[in-house]
């Protein structure tokens, strides 16, 4: 485990700056800015992870961290935990393909299970969509919203490797507290049978996905019907 900090060949560091999911307020946006500007930041860079990299002298890394955290943000983690979720911008105010609100969703979620302790670096991307602008596919743990309240489920992708590795699908039509359950299912499974520095990817390869999928009487009270499908049941259809 350790944060987000990185030094450079010339001896700058890299400082990643995590947010609410990639989401800024107009106020954290300038005092960032503003903070940039008083430590003599040479460039602020977006990253894939919708995090934010500062590259600083060492000598103002402390007054960073007081001035991020003023803001209401964090230096980013890294190593062998649960990363900064990857949300896209689902939600009503903000796209109109969303089929549900994947940004309160994943808020939640990062602010309980960013920085827990995992055999490697655990990466969970959330999408409001099929278009998947997340990358949920390339994700240890992806989620893609199919209806309101519904999602879809995928384990073990790997992405920024020599050997990418898709995810495959294991839920279908889940509610959102469902997901929650599955998430903390899949890194209890992740902690006990995976090796130190081992991916999700190749503990599946190892035992095999099933060991990673819920077991049906857990997952069942959680799986969104449709109204038909209700009216069929009562009518013993």
């Known amino acids: 485990m350790g944060k987000a900090i990185f030094q450079q060949k010339s001896d700058i560091l ?59 943000l964090r230096i980013g983690v890294f190593g062998e935990v649960v990363r900064n979720i990857k949300a896209c911008a689902g939600h009503p105010d ?73 995810a495959r699908k294991i839920l279908d039509n889940i509610s959102e507290n469902g997901v929650e359950k599955t998430l903390a299912y899949v890194l209890d499974q992740y902690r006990a049978k995976a090796s130190l520095k081992e991916r999700l990817c190749s503990a599946i390869e190892k035992v095999g996905l099933k060991a990673f999928i819920p077991p049906e009487e857990m997952i069942l009270p959680f799986v969104v019907k449709d109204e038909e499908d209700d009216f069929l049941q009562f009518a013993g259809l």
């Open 14 to 72: 890299g400082v990643g700056i995590t947010s609410n999911c990639g989401v800024l307020t107009p106020t954290q946006l300038t005092g960032l800015g503003e903070l940039a500007r008083k430590l003599g930041n040479r460039s602020v860079k977006l990253t894939t992870r919708q995090t934010l990299i500062l590259f600083i002298n060492r000598d103002c890394l402390e007054e960073l961290k007081g001035g991020i955290a003023g803001l209401d």
């Open 94 to 166: 903000f796209c109109l393909r969303a089929n549900s609100d994947i940004m309160t969703m994943a808020s939640t979620m990062q602010d309980k299970y960013m920085d827990q302790p995992t055999p490697r670096d655990f990466k969970i991307s959330l999408a409001g969509c099929f278009r998947g602008c997340t990358d949920p596919y390339c994700a240890d743990f992806g989620v893609i919203a199919t209806g309101p309240g519904r999602f879809s489920i995928y384990l073990g992708g790997r992405g920024g490797s020599k050997k990418p590795v898709h």
